[in-house]
């Protein structure tokens, strides 16, 4: 069974269509750097695939299954643009609270562990309000990978993040493909993105203009795969 | 096609309306307390029953957008819904005219205006939302749950305050449902006026349906022309 | 999870009584339902406690509007018969606006929105949350609204304390489901602080009307009888039917 199995995906928003006929599949284990620019379609398709939109057409199943149903979001870790954090709860409280809404039995214990492993233990009780940028986007990665989910969806991790928050999420990157876990990534960082993944998504105004395997050629030069497929130096 | 049954049913509006008219204006003896003024309830009456039906054809239509999720039946919910205002406002302005006549007040509350006039704030909500959504399916989603709990609410609003003590019809009402002999020269022209109203309601809906997906026809030749 | 509980209701069926093996898994999932609703309404009681913004801010504004009132009206105590519940009500309703408008509003901060429904909390789960927080924020509200109420208006309300309380009870959740769907609605509309009144209060007229009767009733020192037994069961019969509604459609208004 694939991890992700995206079949014949429109979206509309009135007429206009955001995303065409999107379809591929997505092995377990698979990091998938999800590129285009500003405007194609990433964050759409990203938000249908966390079950927080619906296609107007198409189906989205992960691991055999709708998006939609509760079982399959229990498997699913999000990052988006915002940190989803509650800034008058502590860094605790805050990681207690999805570590419950996602059936974790021990959710304080978890909590504790994540924060350690995000050097956030010395503030565990601060209010999520004064922390610093930094903290923050460490402590929204504590909370995507809280209840260790098998599908890791991200819209631009690194954008915005300080060294030191980079460093743990590309570990953390890193230390989920290893247990099998499946990443989709959106990302301008061309570098590190396709340093990153093993499979590459480039959409271009909503179309799927290519899905496959990172190829050297795009090792070598990043910019290749925009040259070919966009026909133009990448923004 | 459509035009032709657009025109055929303005002619039938047009013939039915100018017949009852003539009932009921020349035809029909004046009554007794309420002068030549009571005919004003062929106007009044009519319009509440069909605005009122018209608020829940709006939520049946906006429940099939909610079931297909093709907009064409958001488009015909809002059509609907903003012609049945429009009758609900009729129905008001010719409560508060009649009021004047007969109790000398533009607004007394009386239980049936009043229900109405909240019926018509709740469906005037309704509009002012739709203004407020740029985006047609965010729109369309947001409206039907709007209509579902306004009609529903509806319901509540005309049983409430129907009980409530101290908004009665402060004088005679001339209710073809209160029993009393009712005439049956008095009594046809108001049905004839129930469905010069129905042809009224489906024309306007008709008319401001095309109205509105032809706009949205040209809002998507323009993002296209911008994309 | 779904396959968990029907494997540990295989596994109950071995050991007990067929009927409960049949019915573990029904009282697992509302169980579990239950957990999640309480969870979110701490999260949502705890935040607001931290800060107290819309309490200060729905206690501060209803404490304005009492005093206005009194000024504005000068009761003698033959009116205040008259209109006690109603004027109370309209306090309530003009208070709570500001807390069920913070509702959903506070979760757009941060896209917190977006996490919640990412996670496994349906969206009714999610909603029920929230109104139950809601619910206990206005009544903590109105409760110090009636006791500002019975200072400077010198209503006596501690003789019916027992009926005043079920009335409050029932029409405060009246507000409070309809507020709080109409708090998600509007969550990404501008305008927002206003079209919640403009869409919320016309709706409430039914349940406010039989609330208003009823307190005015009380706070004359009638007692609940078969006189206006009517009022409760159209509260009761507004709130079962409003919280259906709400529980059925939230899903339509939250994901689209």
């Keep these: 069974m694939n991890a992700l199995e995206i079949d014949g995906v429109w979206k509309y928003f009135g007429d206009f269509p955001a995303l065409r006929d999107v379809g591929f599949k997505v092995d377990a284990g698979s990091v998938v750097a999800l590129l285009g620019r500003n405007g194609a379609g990433k964050t759409t398709l990203l938000r249908i695939l966390a079950g927080l939109a619906k296609p107007s057409k198409g189906t989205v199943k992960i691991y055999g299954s709708e998006v939609r149903e509760e079982p399959t979001r229990r498997r699913i870790g999000v990052l988006g643009h915002g940190i989803s954090l509650y800034d008058e709860l502590t860094a605790t409280e805050n990681l207690v609270l999805f570590g419950k809404l996602y059936g974790l039995n021990d959710a304080p214990k978890r909590a504790h562990q994540w924060l350690e492993r995000t050097g956030l233990e010395r503030v565990r009780d601060g209010l999520v309000r004064e922390f610093s940028r930094g903290m923050r986007q460490r402590l929204a990665v504590a909370r995507t990978f809280l209840h260790d989910p098998e599908v890791l969806l991200f819209d631009e991790p690194f954008t915005s993040l300080d060294d030191r928050a980079i460093a743990v999420l590309q570990s953390l990157i890193a230390e989920a493909q290893a247990r099998g876990a499946t990443i989709v990534m959106s990302t301008h960082q061309l570098r590190e993105a396709i340093e990153?993944?093993?499979h590459i998504a480039l959409i271009k105004k909503g179309q799927l203009a290519y899905a496959g395997e990172r190829r050297q050629e795009m090792l070598d030069d990043p910019t290749w795969l925009y040259r070919t497929y966009e026909g133009e130096s990448a923004s | 096609m459509r035009n032709r049954i657009l025109l055929l049913l303005t002619v039938a509006f047009a013939m039915l309306i100018a017949w009852n008219l003539k009932n009921i204006l020349l035809g029909l003896p004046d009554e007794a307390r309420q002068d030549a003024v009571y005919r004003i309830l062929y106007f009044h009456a009519p319009a509440a029953i069909v605005g009122l039906t018209g608020f829940g054809i709006g939520m049946v239509f906006s429940g099939i957008y909610l079931a297909t999720k093709n907009l064409y039946w958001d488009t015909l919910a809002a059509s609907t819904t903003e012609v049945s205002l429009m009758l609900a406002a009729i129905n008001l302005v010719t409560g508060s005219i009649w009021g004047r006549q007969q109790w000398g007040v533009w607004w007394a509350w009386d239980a049936r205006l009043t229900s109405m006039l909240v019926c018509w704030l709740i469906f005037a909500g309704y509009l002012m939302m739709r203004r407020a959504v740029e985006e047609p399916n965010t729109r369309a989603r947001l409206s039907a749950v709007i209509s579902v709990f306004g009609t529903v609410n509806a319901w509540f609003v005309y049983k409430v305050i129907e009980w409530v003590p101290r908004l009665q019809h402060p004088g005679p009402v001339l209710s073809f449902r209160t029993g009393g002999k009712i005439d049956h020269q008095l009594e046809t022209p108001f049905y004839w006026m129930v469905l010069a109203y129905m042809l009224l309601g489906v024309i306007l809906v008709m008319i401001r349906n095309r109205q509105e997906s032809i706009s949205h026809e040209i809002d998507s030749l323009r993002r296209l022309a911008h994309a | 999870m779904k396959q968990d509980i029907s494997r540990k209701g295989a596994e109950l069926a071995k050991n007990e009584d067929v009927f409960f093996a049949s019915s573990a898994?029904?009282?697992?999932?509302?169980?579990?339902?239950?957990?999640?609703?309480?969870?979110?309404?701490?999260?949502?009681?705890?935040?607001?406690?931290?800060?107290?913004?819309?309490?200060?801010?729905?206690?501060?504004?209803?404490?304005?509007?009492?005093?206005?009132?009194?000024?504005?009206?000068?009761?003698?105590?033959?009116?205040?018969?008259?209109?006690?519940?109603?004027l109370l009500w309209l306090v309530f309703l003009f208070a709570g606006a500001l807390v069920l408008n913070r509702s959903f509003a506070r979760e757009m901060q941060?896209?917190?929105?977006?996490?919640?429904?990412?996670?496994?909390?349906?969206?009714?789960?999610?909603?029920?949350?929230?109104?139950?927080?809601?619910?206990?924020?206005?009544?903590?509200?109105?409760?110090?609204?009636?006791v500002e109420f019975g200072l400077l208006f010198n209503v006596r309300w501690l003789g019916n304390v027992g009926p005043l309380m079920l009335v409050m009870a029932l029409?405060?959740?009246?507000?409070?489901?309809?507020?709080?769907?109409?708090?998600?609605?509007?969550?990404?509309?501008?305008?927002?602080?206003?079209?919640?009144?403009?869409?919320?209060?016309?709706m409430m007229v039914p349940p406010m009307m039989a609330a208003m009767i009823l307190t005015t009733d009380l706070l004359a020192g009638t007692a609940l009888g078969p006189g206006n037994m009517l009022w409760v069961r159209v509260l009761v019969g507004f709130d079962v039917i409003f919280t259906l509604l709400g529980v059925s459609l939230i899903d339509t208004v939250l994901v689209g």
């Design chain 3, 171 to 202: 029409g405060t959740w009246a507000l409070t489901v309809v507020g709080t769907v109409f708090s998600a609605l509007t969550v990404n509309l501008r305008l927002r602080e206003v079209m919640l009144p403009v869409l919320v209060y016309p």
């Design chain 3, 110 to 146: 941060n896209d917190c929105l977006d996490a919640l429904l990412a996670s496994p909390v349906p969206p009714s789960g999610l909603f029920l949350g929230k109104v139950l927080a809601n619910y206990a924020l206005l009544m903590m509200l109105e409760f110090l609204c009636l």
């Design chain 1, 196 to 198: 990153l993944s093993t």
């Design chain 3, 25 to 86: 898994p029904l009282r697992e999932t509302f169980f579990s339902f239950l957990r999640q609703c309480l969870t979110i309404a701490a999260k949502d009681l705890r935040a607001e406690w931290r800060t107290k913004e819309a309490l200060n801010a729905s206690l501060a504004f209803s404490t304005v509007i009492l005093i206005l009132f009194s000024f504005a009206l000068d009761p003698n105590p033959e009116m205040m018969q008259e209109f006690s519940g109603g």
